[in-house]
């Protein structure tokens, strides 16, 4: 079996069942949802002393929409999270270091919850003992990504201060691109059967890490369609990714934390409704990257990849 079929042998798998039977949901999904309610309940309060009670603790109803359609959408088709709620926030009148590390915090915890039950669901199988080629795949993105977006914190944040204007150009310009071969790999026959490309691989995960740190966004369509484009099945792919960018995310806030003592304030207000709104639909997101079959994603991504890239441009020139 080569390294693309065992990373996307359980997605496989789960497509040869009915829908009926991938509708079906067992008693260990619901044990963890209660357990991933209850940490959230604490995470909001924790949140709510941190920024000082009443005063600073505000949720936007608008804003958690916003974050539980995107991510979503984020969660199931591997993008859009990041890459379209900034851009909405720009809109909103707030600055790059008010956006950017709420995003990363977000995108942490999200990425992390969209994996548990990816896994829960068999969308992929995750294995540390043994190590298997998906987690392999999944720590080499993950390893490169970091470096990198450590790198773009402290390059854009700190020591270049990029122009807003710059950050959003080169965002909308990266995602039209990527967008535009997505669509064209549609017409692309036998895909699936290339080989497993890892130096690819490290070079659309560092790229992704380095879009991340300097908006927030351009993570998920580049490593995705990284994946894809070296043949990983599309579910699988999504999948990754989430972890992935939960992992990049975690080092960006670490990052946001090291510039912070250095004399970069880090405004936490957007916070609570960003996460209120990913936070479900992480949940959710699994379940219906479950239930519709592959054809469809293999479809929708590139198609949602291309209008994001289009609606991120157009936000910026209206």
């Known amino acids: 079996m080569s390294d693309v079929e065992e ?5 496989k798998l789960l497509d040869q069942k009915s829908i ?6 067992n008693r260990s999904f619901f044990y963890k949802f209660i357990c991933a309610i209850f940490l959230f309940s604490m995470f909001l309060i924790i949140i709510f002393f941190l920024l000082d009670g009443y005063s ?4 936007s109803w608008d804003l958690i929409f916003f974050a ?15 890459t379209g ?8 009148g707030y600055s790059p270091l008010q956006i950017v590390p709420i995003l990363l ?11 548990i039950f990816d896994h829960e669901l068999r969308n992929v199988r995750f294995s540390f003992r043994p190590l298997n080629k998906t987690m392999k795949v999944t720590l080499l993105i993950a390893s490169f990504g970091s470096l990198a977006i450590f790198i773009s914190v402290f390059l854009s944040h700190f020591a270049l201060k990029f122009p807003i204007f710059v950050i959003k150009i080169y965002v909308a310009i990266l995602v039209l691109l990527m967008g535009f071969f997505a669509l064209f790999r549609v017409f692309l026959k036998k895909i699936e059967e290339k080989k497993y490309n890892q130096k690819r691989l490290i070079v659309f995960a560092a790229l992704a890490g380095f879009n991340k740190g300097i908006g927030g966004g351009g993570y998920g369509p580049v490593v995705t369609l990284g994946e894809i484009f070296s043949g990983i099945y599309e579910k699988s792919a999504s999948a990754i990714s989430s972890i992935a960018e939960g992992i990049v995310s975690l080092v960006g806030i670490f990052s946001f934390f090291f ?10 207000i957007l916070l609570p409704s960003i996460v209120s709104g990913g936070f479900f639909a992480a949940i959710l997101s699994p379940y219906l990257v479950r239930v519709l079959p592959n054809k469809i994603w293999k479809i929708f991504i590139p198609i949602y990849a291309f ?10 020139f209206s």
């Open 7 to 11: 990373i996307g042998k359980e997605a």
């Open 20 to 25: 009926k039977e991938r509708i079906k949901l």
């Open 56 to 59: 600073s603790f505000k949720l």
């Open 68 to 82: 539980f359609l995107l991510e979503t959408l984020d969660s199931a088709a591997g993008m859009g999270f990041g």
């Open 85 to 92: 709620l900034a851009p909405i926030l720009f809109l909103y």
């Open 105 to 115: 915090i977000s995108e942490t915890i999200t990425g992390f919850i969209d994996a």
């Open 259 to 268: 510039i912070s003592n250095i004399g970069v304030e880090i405004d936490l």
């Open 307 to 316: 209008t994001l890239s289009c609606y991120i441009l157009i936000s910026i």
